[in-house]
Structures are given as structure tokens and as C-alpha cells.
């Protein structure tokens, strides 16, 4: 029996543990999102950046992502983002240039 269970809790904790993506705290699915987001990255001075994510919500200029209660999460750079949002089911679509820099747009992959 303890054969079985420990290998049993060590699968749920890690599949626990999975990342899910939040942005100002409500988290992304299905249900309030649709097949495709764009991501806008924020650097900082130190390379680290934040994305702003308009998933189509009524006012996406101030939505980051963040973690569970709100708080904003910065990546430790725009590949480490990136990587975060395939992880979670999304990859790039199409990569838009600005004159202040680049912005995403992520389609859903499952």
C-alpha cells in the first residue's frame, strides 16, 4: 500500500504545482479568454520585464500578468516570458513591430 501511495501523492503535488497564467489576479481559461491574446513586455533597466496581456477585457492597457492575489510578476527576461506562455498552452502567432518595441500575439495551442 505505501508503495502505491507515495508514488500517488508525489504525481499530485507535482501536477499541483503547474503554473497557471493570472492577469490582475483572474485567471486565464477558456471561458474568458478565446483562441488568441496579445502580450506587450515592460523592461526594466535591470533586463527583467513584465507583460501586459490584453486578452480582450474592457481596459487591457493596465493588465499585467500577475500572480493569484494581484501582484505583478516580472520575468527574468522576454524569452523567459515567452517560455512561461507556451508552458501554458500558448505560443506565438505573430510578432508586431513598434516604434517603442514589439508586441505578441500568442494563439492558443490546446
Known sequence: ?????????????????????????????????????????????????????????SNPREDYVTDVNGRRFDFRSLVDGLNFFYEEGWEVAQISTLERGRRFLLKRRF
Open 1 to 57: 500500500m505505501k508503495k502505491t501511495f507515495l508514488p500517488l501523492l508525489a504525481l499530485f503535488v507535482v501536477s499541483s504545482l503547474h503554473a497557471q497564467i493570472y492577469v490582475e489576479g483572474a485567471r486565464l481559461e477558456p471561458a474568458n479568454t478565446g483562441q488568441y491574446l496579445e502580450v506587450d513586455p515592460q523592461f526594466r533597466e535591470d533586463g527583467r520585464c513584465a507583460f501586459r496581456v490584453d486578452y480582450g477585457q
